[in-house]
């Protein structure tokens, strides 16, 4: 396993909702909610809305009613102006470091070895060119390991979100390898254990039962004894706090509310047929992630682009797709992925990096009824099932899809997207207004 | 972070053809002629007539680059209650004014509190005289 630390998380501020307050200066300082598609729950909240004790998964309808005067804007998520927007974030941010994990649409670690000086002066300039260039707010969090430049963006958003939680100077850009150990101590001992990556919220009742409550606790646990009890996995995270590295960069520990799949090619590489191939494979893991957690998607991000750190001519795009309607079904993925791909490869490119990202989740059987048009429901969630059966027990990859399959069928179901803002980025006939 | 690619390459004649020359005759890109800074790139529709003096006419479309620092003199994309606005910068004794290019558009100086924020600036302007598409 390779470690190329110390590692940089980059993180939006309320990603999505920023994306909407660059093409609409008027959202700023107000209360703004974004809304899921399928089921008008808040999937984002300005710290405006966060401020009123409005929560993640609120529906909207609910939030009208208990705060009828508060002024808030609700948006339908615009993914298309989301995944443009993430991809130019991705692309600026990977001029901090030479390796980048796109972690979800709106974070990324940075494998920073070998970058001299001070890192926390340039995340700062680099958080500022991301400012600069593309409108978004970001935070920086920087520690010997993923686990805790994880814990580092957390104080850094905090600090900067609820004056006094953390040192004023943490804000924005926090680099816990260089804090002197008392005050990185004060600092673990002031944060709640369920803060942790990795650690969810039975775990984190587990431990407090025991007495763990602080990031401090957890991390003067002994690993061996975390193995016994728990697992490996919260060993490793226990490890991780104590500084010693034990998850490189694309190891992804868990799914989240977006899947990501994405992967650095050892070699450039500079024709079609490969670049399919890789997200096709993406799309399929990410699908077997999305089954697996009991899932369907509406709409998937493609993107592909070079390295900042080779010669040569650099390019990085990405594309959202709508699927025809939420699956969670390998073939549908797969040949999303690979139209997506089709429609952003540019040739005379050396590819460095390509992914997938599954957007817009829902779980299963929350889908919009369809007229039973083609009767291939049952039948392909049965083929599913036998496919990721087949996949566990003869290892990944065993069955696919041969033909990523490149006819698509016109799109029948539309999402409920009366709030949504135009697609500022992606539709010529939806460009911003600006007045002379 | 920029990369300027010339149209043609220019080597002598003698030595080993370099496989990156292949790319030297791929079709003329507009991308290329217009984009410094794609991932800090942003079109917009104009509205409105103060621009003409410039060559920028309503309903034409104009390219924004977030990555070029805003000179006097250039004309840029800003912030001005909430609101879009293409005009000429204008630095008076550091203080930035926005300069309409129709001499019947009065300058816009920002108000005590006003708040004027430079976004990028316009380094192009899409004029078209038939519409192909739909858009």
Known sequence: ?436 | MSLCLPFLSWRPPAGFPSPADDYDHARLDLNELLIAHPLATFFFEVSGRSMEGAGIFDRDLVIVDRAIKPAHGCIVLAQVDNDFTVKYLRLRRGQPELASANPTFPTLRPAEGQQLLVCGVVTAAIKRFTRTRHF
Not at chain 1, 266 to 285: I, K, N, T, W, Y
Not at chain 1, 286 to 300: N, S
């Open chain 1, 1 to 436: 396993m390779h470690f190329p630390g110390p590692f940089a998380l980059i993180d939006a501020n309320n990603f999505y909702v920023s994306c909407e307050r660059v093409f609409r200066p008027a959202l700023e300082g107000r209360p703004v909610i974004v809304l899921s598609n399928n089921d008008g729950c808040a999937i984002a909240r300005s710290n405006e809305a966060k401020a009123l004790g409005i929560k993640m998964g609120h529906p909207w309808f609910q939030v009208r009613q208990a705060w009828p005067d508060a002024g808030i804007t609700a948006l339908s998520a615009n993914f298309a102006l989301y995944g443009d927007m993430s991809s130019r974030l991705m692309g600026v941010a990977a001029g901090l470091g030479p390796e980048q994990e796109v972690y979800s649409i709106d974070e990324t670690f940075i494998g920073l070895a070998g970058i001299p000086g001070d890192l926390a002066r340039r995340s700062h300039a680099v958080r500022s060119r991301i400012l600069q260039w593309t409108g978004l707010p970001t935070c920086v969090g920087i520690g010997p390991t993923k686990t805790l430049a994880k814990l580092a963006n957390h104080i850094a958003k905090s600090a900067e979100r609820k004056p006094g939680s953390y040192p004023a100077e943490l804000a924005q850009v926090c680099n816990l390898a260089i804090l002197p150990a008392s005050e990185l101590d004060a600092i673990m001992a002031a944060t709640e254990v369920s803060e942790v990556w990795g650690i969810g919220p039975r775990i984190a009742g587990q431990l407090r039962m025991l007495n763990v409550r602080t990031v401090r606790d957890a991390a003067s646990l002994d690993p061996a004894t975390v193995r016994r009890r728990w697992s490996v996995t919260l060993e490793r995270t226990i490890r991780e706090l104590q500084g010693q590295p034990c998850i490189g960069l694309e190891q992804q520990p868990s799914a989240k509310q977006q899947i990501a799949c994405t992967r650095s090619f050892g070699q450039p590489v500079d024709s079609l047929e490969p670049m399919v191939q890789a997200v096709s494979e993406f799309a399929a893991r990410a699908g077997e992630k999305l089954r697996a957690q009991g899932g369907r998607t509406g709409q998937m991000l493609v993107f592909a682009h070079t390295s900042p750190f080779q010669p040569g001519k650099s390019y990085s795009k990405s594309i959202t797709l709508a699927l025809r309607r939420p699956s969670s079904n390998t073939l549908d993925l797969v040949a999303t992925a690979a139209r997506g791909m089709r429609a952003i490869f540019k040739p005379g490119i050396q590819f460095m990096k390509a992914g997938v990202m599954l957007l817009d989740l829902a779980p299963e059987g929350q889908e919009q009824e369809e007229l039973p048009l083609d009767n291939e429901g049952e039948a392909s969630e049965r083929l599913m099932s036998v496919l990721d059966a087949i996949n566990d027990r003869y290892g990944q990859g065993a069955i696919r899809v041969a033909s990523a399959g490149t006819q698509v069928k016109k799109r029948e179901w539309e999402m409920r997207q009366q709030l949504r803002t135009p697609r500022y980025t992606t539709r010529w006939d939806e460009l911003p207004v600006a007045r002379t």
